[in-house]
């Protein structure tokens, strides 16, 4: 019997009937030919629309628990703060997930002289048109990965620019010259935050204490380093600010962005 009356005749889609028959344990009832699909005349048509009925809902179910999680996701990375400091106000940092990127790059056509068909590429006013375009979606792609750590939000942002002059050699040993490429990174910390209950927002306190001995060390690396130093216990690039009372008044202190929660500070050497 042909598969299209057997659709007709069951109300079913055809095209999914016959895809489902081609990867379920019944492909070897059937028949694929020229004029179409047959379904041998021995086989229990009744079981095979059971088993395709039971598969269409599950497939639905499937299909609507990825929507739920797509839409679910859609609204996470709409919410997910980013910043190029290294906290939130009102917030409080509950985990660090470590350090994650985003990239994206575009090729732009050399500035050179058209042929009579065409006119040369603006170089300046190409790249300056997609460097938003690319910023964008370098950002998209470090939220995507803040996600994937399970975080709701990145800290320490940067970017970082890539310029590729690239050039290869023609079969006339002259030289080709291909088009410019220009990437974009963006950097961050992945982290998961929570909201403080009743926060007042008021600056960081220095402590103004002689006793500057910390319960660890913290990972000091080279001047050229722009980190420098990082807070051994937030594993984030420490901040200098400048005692402004008590012993220590005009001594410029390493802190931690986080110090309310980590109390960590260093004496700037």
Do not use: W
Request: glycine fraction near 8%; proline fraction near 4%; aromatic fraction near 10%.
């Amino acid at each position: 019997m042909k598969t299209k009356d057997v659709a007709t005749q069951y109300g079913l889609d055809k095209d999914k009937f016959e895809a489902f028959l081609r990867q379920s344990n019944y492909k070897s009832q059937i028949k694929d030919g020229f004029l179409g699909m047959t379904i041998d005349d021995g086989a229990n048509v009744s079981a095979i629309i059971g088993d395709f009925k039971k598969y269409e809902d599950e497939k639905a179910k499937e299909d609507a628990r990825l929507k739920k999680a797509e839409e679910e996701k859609k609204a996470v990375l709409a919410s997910m703060l980013i910043t190029s400091g290294f906290n939130f106000d009102g917030y409080t940092i509950t985990k660090y997930s470590g350090y994650i990127s985003g990239d994206d790059a575009i090729s732009v056509d050399r500035g050179m002289s058209g042929s009579i068909f065409s006119s040369p590429t603006n170089v300046q006013d190409m790249l300056m048109e997609s460097l938003v375009r690319i910023r964008r979606n370098a950002l998209a792609e470090l939220k995507e990965a803040a996600y994937a750590l399970g975080c709701n939000a990145v800290i320490g942002v940067d970017f970082d620019y890539l310029t590729l002059d690239p050039q290869t050699a023609n079969a006339g040993g002259g030289t080709t010259y291909l088009p410019y490429v220009f990437g974009v990174t963006a950097n961050g910390n992945a982290v998961v935050i929570e909201k403080i209950e009743n926060f007042k927002n008021s600056s960081t306190h220095i402590p103004q204490t002689t006793n500057m001995i910390a319960q660890e060390d913290p990972v000091i690396f080279p001047k050229s380093d722009p980190r420098e130093v990082i807070c051994p216990k937030c594993h984030v690039p420490m901040i200098i600010q400048t005692a402004t009372n008590g012993e220590n008044q005009g001594k410029k202190f390493y802190v931690c962005p986080n110090y309310k929660q980590c109390q960590q500070f260093f004496p700037v050497e």
